[in-house]
């Protein structure tokens, strides 16, 4: 299953997020935070039931890029 990683840099470290399931995790480099987020969504796989799995990916996720106006 590929799902999306999202990793922002914060003042301690780098928060992931899978927003298809809105599971979150950390790290203190890019690379723990996307191995972190990867262990959180399995350990969700393996122990949500099947309809919280379908009815989180049911909703739909957009990632896209924003151009807006500096005033």
Known sequence: MKLTAVITKEE???VS???E???ASQGDTKEKAKINLKEAV???LECAS???VEKRLSSES???SLE???A
Do not use: Y
């Open 62 to 64: 957009l990632v896209s």
């Open 50 to 52: 099947r309809d919280e």
């Open 17 to 19: 997020l899978c927003p």
């Open 21 to 23: 399931l809105d599971i």
């Open 42 to 44: 399995e350990l969700f």
């Open 68 to 70: 807006v106006s500096l």
């Open 12 to 14: 301690d470290g780098f």
